[in-house]
């Protein structure tokens, strides 16, 4: 992959905007509501599905991945593609990808382009967890997959597949990039952790 003169910093601000993108509010307009002020008040696949069922919510699920993975793309491409034989970033373009995909989940997060009401960056980072380590995301969609037809339950498939990808990703990466991973998981857990705050406070 033959890098373009773009500075890594540049792309990671491009990350940022691009995870601002609010599909959830702009698929919920369409279908005359804001999903901010109904459900969970969360901007994101699952309070979309409460509302419109999960065909109707596809967009949202697909869009919000999509976001994770075309930054971390964007950051792999401009630092040259440094990849190893599994697939898993490498080298000079670890750092670039980490960053973008930690933009990006910061974008889904704060919005720019939202007033800075946004989700948990759950599958957001999921999507650019596919690039970042490929053969661990497809070994986590088979914890997802396993996990859900055994509870049957959708959900708890979902958060064992989250939750396993750290582990999954030992195989194929370094320990530091694992910790990588790890990192960009508790910006999922401070977003919980604020939006829990925010449903504390009296009206």
Same mark, same amino acid.
């Given at each position: 992959?033959?890098? *373009?003169?773009?500075?890594? &910093? +540049?792309?990671?601000?491009?990350?940022?905007?691009? #995870?601002?993108?609010?599909?959830?509010?702009?698929?919920?307009?369409?279908?005359?509501?804001?999903?901010?002020?109904?459900?969970?008040? =969360?901007? $994101?696949?699952? =309070?979309?599905?409460?509302?419109?069922?999960?065909?109707?919510?596809?967009?949202?699920?697909? $869009?919000?991945?999509?976001?994770?993975?075309?930054?971390?793309?964007?950051?792999?491409?401009?630092?040259?593609?440094?990849?190893?034989?599994?697939?898993?970033?490498?080298?000079?373009?670890?750092? &670039?990808?980490?960053?973008? +995909?930690?933009?990006?989940?910061? $974008?889904?997060?704060?919005?720019?382009?939202?007033?800075?009401?946004?989700?948990?960056?759950?599958?957001?980072?999921?999507? !650019?967890?596919?690039? *970042?380590?490929? &053969?661990?995301?497809?070994?986590?969609?088979? *914890?997802?997959?396993?996990?859900?037809?055994?509870?049957?339950?959708?959900?708890? #498939?979902?958060?064992? !597949?989250?939750?396993?990808?750290?582990?999954?990703?030992?195989?194929?990466?370094?320990?530091?990039? +694992?910790?990588? /991973?790890?990192?960009?998981?508790?910006?999922? $857990?401070?977003?919980? !952790?604020?939006?829990?705050? /925010?449903?504390?406070?009296?009206?």
């Amino acid at each position: 992959m033959v890098p *373009v003169p773009l500075p890594v &910093p +540049v792309a990671v601000i491009g990350a940022y905007l691009l #995870g601002s993108v609010p599909v959830a509010v702009l698929v919920a307009r369409a279908h005359g509501f804001d999903p901010r002020a109904v459900g969970d008040r =969360n901007p $994101g696949f699952w =309070n979309m599905k409460e509302r419109l069922g999960g065909r109707a919510a596809a967009p949202v699920f697909a $869009g919000d991945m999509l976001k994770g993975a075309l930054a971390a793309l964007l950051a792999l491409w401009v630092s040259g593609g440094h990849t190893a034989g599994s697939g898993a970033v490498s080298g000079a373009s670890t750092v &670039p990808v980490y960053l973008a +995909v930690a933009a990006a989940m910061a $974008g889904h997060a704060w919005p720019v382009f939202a007033g800075f009401r946004g989700g948990r960056s759950i599958l957001t980072f999921a999507g !650019g967890f596919a690039v *970042v380590c490929p &053969p661990a995301f497809l070994l986590g969609l088979a *914890v997802l997959v396993g996990t859900a037809l055994a509870a049957r339950s959708f959900a708890i #498939g979902a958060r064992a !597949g989250v939750f396993a990808l750290p582990l999954l990703q030992l195989p194929f990466a370094p320990v530091a990039h +694992v910790a990588g /991973t790890g990192a960009l998981m508790c910006l999922i $857990g401070l977003r919980f !952790g604020q939006a829990a705050r /925010t449903a504390r406070r009296p009206s």
